[in-house]
Structure formats: structure tokens, C-alpha cells
């Protein structure tokens, strides 16, 4: 028998530390699902003591899924593990991870605290968090820059005070493979009592590594992987869930561990999760770009054709690649619409949340005949947008393009209930839209990233676009579909000046110090 390697998923906490990455509770629900739809073995739900929002999301994560552990994070501070505790209560099974930093300069500039009181307080964190839970786990933040001496003793008296789950983070991204598998070896080596726990390992992208960096552990001994569908995460990401998850299985002849994970979820959670948070994939990024099962060269598709396993190492359908299924027409009734939601794992807070999304459905499928599983999820995803920040709304757009003439564009909004109209020029019909809205919200913000992708294929299929909005310092994501791309980039443009009317405010764990 293969010893299980956990898959601890931190998309909702690492992967929305990603600036604009933000994600609403009913985006979380939705994505937390999924995950549980994966097998994943733990899901780190968030940090309730960041803010309100968060709490709640924790909360409502941890009242909805039964077979995944639901993880909170918090510092090493008594009402960070406090908030931890409570926004875990009811969940099937919790888990409590706390962290402290341990590498010189965290202590000395980021803490400013000794060695001897960040090992006394890791200490009582743990004690803390063994009130909520025993399923408790602690990591030493920047352990890839720390000296191991001290991690040996800090994670020694962990331990003890009862923590079950070690996780070592290159939090910096900082670690080469081979030095990153040695500290795993050396720990788990050096550490009395290092057979009780389960040793974690949770790396940064910094350098392109933190795939290599988290399975070079693997084998040496770790058995937990902390990872994001698509690497997202702060900066640069954290290691990939995906491509963990599939060298794993792939190389079974080399790693002497496997995961519990359906791997056939793993393309549909890639997307639900792009889809809500607007990171779009890379069409080469390793198993769930769009070319990453595509065989251009003609010598490649001789190969493939005559023989498979010439040039795949991996189906694509393992992967859950060609999910990409007709399910609903113009003709299909409101059941068929809310089992094929049911299906997907989709719940309408109500039966007017789901009479608001037919109805989305039916002006969608006047414009387009063929609706895929992906067209449903990017308009309930706007569904909730729509529900949960309205200041700004779009009520219409008239955008007029022609060769030799000047793109124009007339738009009304209203903004909290009032209508307001204005039209302008621009470069393009997009350009023009845009500053037309911006005339009217004067909101003095920095467009940052404009992207439009399809949803589905072909001409008929729904554009979906990105729109990144920085102001003071603040980053928002705004996302928006239609089968129009200047209609879409408006929704879009409205729906990231709304997050930023919003003010959510939250704090970083890793910014804060104790
Ligand atoms: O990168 C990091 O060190 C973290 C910890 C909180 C585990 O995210
Ligand atoms: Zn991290």
C-alpha cells in the first residue's frame, strides 16, 4: 500500500493574498465545494481575523463541507487563534494552523523580537489553538531562510505542546530543490519525536520552483502539500495544485506516495477559479492551459495518432479536459436549467436567485444558441456579483465602431439608484465605453490590466473579460461576460469600480506582526 500524500489547498487564503484576487463568501462556498468535489484532503478556508468577511467565509466554508477538514489560519496571537476556533465551530472536522516567523530578519525587523519569545509564543499558540481542535498545525514563516538549530528546537517544543502537523514554508520562494529536501530530511532526522507528525511543506514561486521545491520534499519524507489551483498566490503564486497532484501520478515508478485526488475535477476547478477571480491561465501552462494537450507539429500528430503514449504522458481526459459539454438551448426549461446548476455543484441562495439567473439564461441563449457548462458558471458568477456590490450599474450601451471614423460611445449607469448617462470618444469602442463611465464615477483610478478571453469556442461564444483597477494603493478585479466584448469590458470595468467602492479592508497575515 502507497502512503497518502494530503493535499492541504490554499487557494481561498494564500491564493486571495494575490493582489485583486479577493473573493466574495458565495465565491469561496462555490470554489470550497469543488475542492470537496476533488478530494482535497484539507481545505484552508481563510483568516478570520483579517476582517469580518473573512470570518464569515471561514464560517460558512466550515458549515458546508462534510468531507474535506476545513483549516483557519491565525497568527500566533490568542484572539487571532481565538477568532480561528470560533469561525471553525461546526465544521466535520477542523483544523487550526498557526505560524510565527522564525528566520533572523522576520524576527529582527518584521517582529522584533528574540529568538527565546518567538519560540515561548509558538509554544503557547499551539496550547491556544488545542482548546478548538486537535487537529492542529504550525509553521515556522520563512523557514527556508531559517537557521536550522533554531527550527529543530522551536518545532521540537511544538510538538509538545501538541501540534500534529509541521509545515515548513520557503515562504520568499527562496530554496533550491536539493538544499529544500535536505532541511525536510535533516528536520524530520534531527527532531525527537518527528515520526508523530506529519511533516508539511508550503513554497513560493519566487524563482519558478515551488513546484520542484515541494516534490524534492516529497520525497524526502514530507506528506502533506500545500498548494493553489493554478499557482495562484501571493507575488508569484504557490506550487501548483495541479501539476503536484499529476507528477505525482504520473511518476508513480519514482514517488512512493499518492494522492486520494479525482484528478477529472482538476480542469473544472482550474476554471471555476480563474472565472472568479479574473487570473486567467497561461495557454501554456502545464495541464490546464489550453494547449497544454495540444499537438501543433505535424510530426507530433503522426506520433500521437499511430501511437498515443509517443508524445502524451497524461490523457486529457484524466485531467478533465473535454467536460466541454452542450447542455442547454434556447428551448430548455427552467428544471433543466436548475438540475444542470445542481450538477455543476451550484445552489442558488433561492428560488428568486435562481428565477434571476433563468431569466440571465434565457436573454444568453437568445444570443447564443449552444450553452456550455462555462457560460452557466460566468453568469451565476455574475449573478452574485450583481447581488452583492450594486453601486454602479450598468442599465445600457450603444458603441459605434467604423473604418476612417472616430469610435464613439453613449452609456447609462446608475450609481446607488440614480441614472446617469454620458457618451464619449475613444480609440476603440472599449476605450470609448470606458471613458464615458469614468466621466461620470470620476473614480481617478489605474487601469492596470484590460484582458478578454472566450469562454467556449467559436464566434458565438461569450467574451469574458478582465479588468485590474489600482487606486491608493488598492488592487480590485473586475469581471464581466457577454456575448458583446465592449458590453462585457463595460460589466467588467463597472464591476471592478464597485469592489472599490465596497472599502472591504482587511488585514495580511504576513504584513501584521504580533
Ligand atoms: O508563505 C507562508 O509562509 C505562509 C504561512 C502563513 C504558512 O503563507
Ligand atoms: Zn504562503
Same mark, same amino acid.
Given at each position: 500500500? #502507497?502512503?497518502?500524500?494530503?493535499?492541504?489547498?490554499?487557494?481561498?487564503?494564500?491564493?486571495?493574498?494575490? !493582489?485583486?484576487?479577493?473573493?466574495?463568501?458565495?465565491?469561496? &462556498?462555490?470554489?470550497?465545494? +469543488?475542492?470537496?468535489? =476533488?478530494?482535497?484532503?484539507?481545505?484552508?478556508?481563510?483568516? !478570520?481575523?483579517?476582517?469580518?468577511?473573512?470570518?464569515?467565509?471561514?464560517? *460558512?466554508?466550515?458549515?458546508?463541507?462534510?468531507?474535506?477538514? &476545513?483549516?483557519?489560519?491565525?497568527?500566533?496571537?490568542?484572539?487571532?487563534?481565538?477568532?480561528?476556533?470560533?469561525? @471553525?465551530?461546526?465544521? *466535520?472536522?477542523?483544523?487550526?494552523?498557526?505560524?510565527?516567523?522564525?528566520?533572523?530578519?522576520? =524576527?529582527?525587523?518584521?517582529?522584533?523580537?528574540?529568538?527565546?519569545?518567538?519560540?515561548?509564543?509558538?509554544?503557547?499558540?499551539?496550547?491556544?489553538?488545542?482548546?478548538?481542535?486537535?487537529?492542529?498545525?504550525?509553521? !515556522?514563516?520563512?523557514?527556508?531562510?531559517?537557521?536550522?538549530?533554531?527550527?529543530?528546537?522551536?518545532?521540537?517544543?511544538?510538538?509538545?505542546?501538541?501540534?500534529?502537523?509541521?509545515?515548513?514554508?520557503?515562504?520568499?520562494?527562496?530554496?533550491?530543490?536539493? +538544499?529544500?529536501?535536505?532541511?525536510?530530511?535533516?528536520?524530520?532526522?534531527?527532531?525527537?519525536?518527528?515520526?508523530?507528525?506529519?511533516?508539511?511543506?508550503?513554497? $513560493?514561486?519566487?524563482?519558478?520552483?515551488?513546484?520542484?521545491?515541494?516534490?524534492?520534499?516529497?520525497?524526502?519524507?514530507?506528506?502533506? &502539500?500545500?498548494?493553489?489551483?493554478?499557482?495562484?498566490?501571493?507575488?508569484?503564486?504557490?506550487?501548483?495544485?495541479?501539476?503536484?497532484? =499529476?507528477?505525482?501520478?504520473?511518476?508513480?515508478?519514482?514517488?512512493?506516495? /499518492?494522492? %486520494?485526488?479525482?484528478?477529472? +475535477?482538476?480542469?473544472? *476547478?482550474?476554471?471555476?477559479?480563474?472565472?472568479?477571480?479574473?487570473?486567467?491561465?497561461?495557454?501554456? #501552462?502545464?495541464?490546464?492551459?489550453?494547449?497544454?494537450?495540444?499537438?501543433?507539429?505535424?510530426?507530433?500528430? /503522426?506520433?500521437?495518432?499511430? $501511437?498515443?503514449?509517443?508524445?502524451?504522458? =497524461?490523457?486529457?481526459?484524466?485531467?478533465?479536459?473535454?467536460?466541454?459539454?452542450?447542455?442547454?438551448?434556447?428551448?430548455?426549461?427552467?428544471?433543466?436549467?436548475?438540475?444542470?446548476?445542481?450538477?455543476?455543484?451550484?445552489? @442558488?441562495?433561492?428560488?428568486?436567485?435562481?428565477?434571476?439567473?433563468?431569466?440571465?439564461?434565457?436573454?444568453?441563449? /437568445?444570443?447564443? $444558441?449552444?450553452?456550455?457548462?462555462?457560460? @452557466?458558471?460566468?453568469?451565476?458568477?455574475?449573478?452574485?456579483?450583481?447581488?452583492?456590490?450594486?453601486?454602479?450599474?450598468?442599465?445600457?450601451?450603444?458603441? $459605434?465602431?467604423?473604418?476612417? #471614423?472616430?469610435?464613439?460611445?453613449?452609456?447609462?449607469?446608475?450609481?446607488?439608484?440614480?441614472?446617469?448617462?454620458?457618451?464619449?470618444?475613444?480609440?476603440?469602442?472599449?476605450?470609448?465605453?470606458? #471613458?464615458?463611465?469614468?466621466?461620470?464615477?470620476?473614480?481617478?483610478?489605474?487601469?492596470?490590466?484590460?484582458?478578454?478571453?472566450?469562454?467556449?469556442?467559436?464566434?458565438?461564444?461569450?467574451?469574458?473579460?478582465?479588468?485590474?483597477?489600482?487606486?491608493?494603493? %488598492?488592487?480590485?478585479?473586475?469581471?464581466?461576460?457577454?456575448?458583446?466584448?465592449?458590453?462585457?469590458? *463595460?460589466?467588467?470595468?463597472?464591476?471592478?469600480?464597485?469592489? @472599490?467602492?465596497?472599502?472591504?479592508?482587511?488585514?495580511? !497575515?504576513?504584513?501584521?506582526?504580533?
Amino acid at each position: 500500500m #502507497k502512503q497518502r500524500l494530503i493535499i492541504f489547498d490554499t487557494t481561498l487564503r494564500d491564493g486571495e493574498q494575490s !493582489p485583486g484576487a479577493s473573493m466574495t463568501r458565495e465565491e469561496k &462556498v462555490r470554489i470550497a465545494k +469543488q475542492l470537496e468535489r =476533488m478530494r482535497v484532503d484539507v481545505i484552508e478556508a481563510g483568516f !478570520p481575523a483579517a476582517s469580518n468577511g473573512d470570518f464569515e467565509s471561514v464560517q *460558512a466554508v466550515a458549515k458546508t463541507i462534510k468531507d474535506s477538514t &476545513v483549516c483557519a489560519l491565525a497568527r500566533a496571537i490568542e484572539a487571532d487563534v481565538e477568532r480561528a476556533g470560533t469561525a @471553525l465551530k461546526g465544521a *466535520a472536522v477542523a483544523r487550526v494552523h498557526t505560524f510565527i516567523a522564525t528566520s533572523p530578519i522576520h =524576527m529582527q525587523k518584521k517582529l522584533r523580537m528574540s529568538p527565546e519569545q518567538v519560540l515561548e509564543q509558538a509554544v503557547k499558540a499551539v496550547q491556544w489553538a488545542r482548546k478548538y481542535t486537535d487537529d492542529v498545525e504550525f509553521s !515556522p514563516e520563512d523557514a527556508g531562510r531559517s537557521e536550522v538549530d533554531f527550527l529543530c528546537r522551536v518545532l521540537e517544543a511544538v510538538i509538545k505542546a501538541g501540534a500534529k502537523t509541521l509545515n515548513i514554508p520557503d515562504t520568499v520562494g527562496y530554496n533550491v530543490p536539493d +538544499q529544500f529536501g535536505k532541511l525536510i530530511r535533516q528536520l524530520r532526522e534531527r527532531i525527537p519525536n518527528s515520526d508523530k507528525v506529519v511533516f508539511s511543506v508550503h513554497c $513560493h514561486n519566487d524563482l519558478g520552483l515551488a513546484v520542484a521545491n515541494s516534490l524534492s520534499a516529497v520525497l524526502q519524507g514530507a506528506r502533506q &502539500v500545500e498548494c493553489t489551483i493554478n499557482g495562484l498566490g501571493e507575488r508569484a503564486g504557490n506550487a501548483a495544485l495541479e501539476e503536484i497532484v =499529476m507528477t505525482v501520478r504520473t511518476r508513480q515508478d519514482i514517488f512512493p506516495c /499518492d494522492t %486520494r485526488i479525482d484528478t477529472t +475535477q482538476i480542469v473544472p *476547478a482550474s476554471r471555476l477559479v480563474a472565472g472568479i477571480t479574473g487570473f486567467t491561465v497561461q495557454p501554456n #501552462k502545464a495541464i490546464v492551459g489550453a494547449n497544454a494537450f495540444a499537438h501543433e507539429s505535424g510530426i507530433h500528430q /503522426d506520433g500521437v495518432l499511430k $501511437h498515443r503514449e509517443t508524445y502524451e504522458i =497524461m490523457r486529457a481526459e484524466d485531467v478533465g479536459w473535454g467536460a466541454n459539454k452542450l447542455v442547454l438551448g434556447k428551448h430548455s426549461g427552467r428544471n433543466a436549467f436548475k438540475n444542470r446548476l445542481m450538477e455543476l455543484g451550484i445552489e @442558488l441562495e433561492s428560488e428568486e436567485a435562481v428565477n434571476a439567473a433563468f431569466v440571465r439564461f434565457k436573454e444568453l441563449a /437568445d444570443k447564443k $444558441h449552444e450553452i456550455f457548462d462555462e457560460d @452557466l458558471q460566468a453568469l451565476v458568477s455574475q449573478e452574485a456579483a450583481a447581488h452583492v456590490q450594486e453601486h454602479y450599474k450598468l442599465v445600457s450601451l450603444k458603441a $459605434h465602431s467604423e473604418t476612417g #471614423k472616430q469610435p464613439y460611445a453613449s452609456v447609462v449607469i446608475t450609481e446607488a439608484g440614480k441614472e446617469r448617462r454620458a457618451e464619449s470618444n475613444g480609440s476603440g469602442p472599449v476605450d470609448a465605453s470606458f #471613458k464615458a463611465i469614468e466621466s461620470i464615477v470620476k473614480s481617478g483610478t489605474e487601469l492596470q490590466l484590460f484582458s478578454v478571453n472566450n469562454i467556449t469556442t467559436g464566434t458565438e461564444s461569450q467574451g469574458e473579460v478582465t479588468v485590474r483597477l489600482q487606486k491608493g494603493g %488598492r488592487i480590485v478585479n473586475g469581471l464581466g461576460a457577454d456575448t458583446d466584448i465592449v458590453v462585457a469590458s *463595460a460589466k467588467a470595468y463597472i464591476s471592478a469600480l464597485n469592489k @472599490l467602492h465596497s472599502k472591504l479592508e482587511r488585514i495580511n !497575515p504576513q504584513a501584521a506582526t504580533v
